[in-house]
T-cell receptor
Framework: DQQVKQNSPSLSVQEGRISILNCDYT??????FLWYKKYPAEGPTFLISISSIKDKNEDGRFTVFLNKSAKHLSLHIVPSQPGDSAVYFC?????????FGKGTSLLVTP | EAGVAQSPRYKIIEKRQSVAFWCNPI?????LYWYQQILGQGPKLLIQ????????DSQLPKDRFSAERLKGVDSTLKIQPAKLEDSAVYLC????????????FGPGTRLLVL
């Protein structure tokens, strides 16, 4: 069963605008959440993480929001750049193992 | 700092053949992971090592998959015999300690079973 869900397979955004990628999870034991970015023919690259004791974490243009009551997290990219075009994976854990969503393909158009 | 190295990058085999993948983690990283990523899916953990001991192999199909990490550094993942549904990208990742640590991924090995 899929414990981490990314319901939007793809997203297209104009350069300079905000990109919002969403992720839902079902396991209330998850206490650590991460976003990975993946370019074709490369492995996933860590982007940003958040612990369940926080509801927001920022790193430059990237902000992750966590809503524990809704079991929902989102990644905001502001402003979006063409180099941000990639597949974004949401992942969650409560121990060692990471549980990944299926990914959302982001396309940032000039 | 060198990243996680994997080889080969691509492999095509026929069903019932055997295949092996190699991974060299980032120097000093104690924890090593093997993931399977089927097309259109997120990576799924197959096995996790802490140094040269297995921490979690609950999702490893042990009738055909095996993995080892000799001397707590390099690791190999083997499939014998391969099935069509094993076609996937096999990703190796490593982290410094493991628990709540960022995992760094290699480029993966793309396996096609015909």
């Amino acid at each position: 069963d899929q414990q981490v869900k990314q319901n939007s397979p793809s997203l297209s955004v104009q350069e300079g605008r905000i990109s919002i990628l969403n992720c839902d999870y079902t396991n209330s034991m998850f206490d650590y959440f991460l976003w990975y970015k993946k370019y074709p023919a490369e492995g996933p690259t860590f982007l940003i993480s958040i612990s369940s004791i926080k509801d927001k974490n920022e790193d430059g243009r990237f902000t992750v929001f966590l809503n524990k009551s809704a079991k929902h997290l989102s990644l905001h990219i502001v402003p979006s750049q063409p180099g941000d075009s990639a597949v974004y994976f949401c992942a969650a854990s409560f121990g060692y193992a990471l549980n990944f969503g299926k990914g959302t393909s982001l396309l940032v158009t000039p | 700092e060198a990243g996680v190295a994997q080889s080969p990058r691509y492999k095509i085999i026929e069903k019932r053949q055997s295949v092996a993948f190699w991974c060299n983690p980032i120097s000093g990283h104690a924890t090593l992971y093997w993931y399977q990523q089927i097309l259109g899916q997120g990576p799924k953990l197959l096995i996790q090592f802490q140094n040269n001991g297995v921490v979690d192999d609950s999702q490893l199909p042990k009738d055909r998959f095996s993995a080892e990490r000799l001397k707590g550094v390099d690791s190999t993942l083997k499939i014998q015999p391969a099935k069509l549904e094993d076609s996937a990208v096999y990703l190796c990742a490593s982290s410094f300690a493991g628990f709540k640590e960022t995992q760094y991924f290699g480029p993966g090995t793309r396996l096609l079973v015909l």
